[in-house]
């Protein structure tokens, strides 16, 4: 009698997946280096990248620099609210999604961070397993996205073939009906000589 496969239990460890070939740039401000080194370590891998800033200015340089598809914000920093980096993202960047991570967690901020264009909300100190499931949701939303504005792109592009097309019947249909209105001229001409 052939024996059971044993089923192999994967170790568990504290750190944030990707679920894709593709590498993930993950924004990281936040003003405590602690919970920066944190991250950093349970984002190390082969599909995150993570860029760090420590103020709203720094981060928009690294934005600059760099697509994100992922912000992880606080939204207290020493040179503005994380609020209005959240919001400028949601604005200008679509597909990026963005967590607000707050030390002062109470139901004003997660109002104001899901106004922002905050896809989520996650209280200090992180629980990195909770932490790790908010993460493979927001990427798997930005994966939705970036799938709905290739679609959207795409369509673009067909409707833009379908316009061209269109004028283009259009103007034979025009002259198909300048010919036959010629035509019918130069039979009724000839109906009048008979």
Excluded at 134 to 153: L, P
């Amino acid at each position: 009698m052939p024996r059971k496969a044993r089923r192999r239990i994967p170790s568990v460890k504290p750190q944030l997946v990707a679920h894709a070939a593709q590498r993930f740039h993950v924004l990281l401000v936040d003003t405590d280096p602690k919970v920066r080194k944190l991250l950093a370590d349970a984002i190390s891998g082969e599909h995150m990248v993570l860029l760090e800033a420590a103020s709203l200015a720094e981060a928009r340089t690294r934005l600059r620099e760099s697509e994100v598809d992922l912000a992880l914000i606080e939204p207290n920093l020493p040179d503005g609210s994380g609020m209005d980096l959240a919001h400028e993202l949601d604005q200008t960047r679509s597909t990026t999604q963005t967590i607000v991570i707050s030390d002062q967690p109470n139901l004003q901020h997660a109002i104001e961070a899901i106004r922002a264009g905050a896809a989520d909300f996650i209280a200090k100190p992180l629980d990195l397993d909770e932490l790790n499931e908010r993460v493979r949701v927001a990427i798997d939303r930005h994966k939705v996205g970036q799938k709905q504005q290739m679609r959207i792109r795409r369509l673009r592009r067909i409707c833009k073939k379908l316009n061209i097309a269109r004028q283009e019947v259009t103007q034979q249909v025009d002259i198909l009906c300048n010919d036959l209105v010629t035509a019918y001229q130069e039979l009724a001409a000839q109906m009048q000589h008979v």
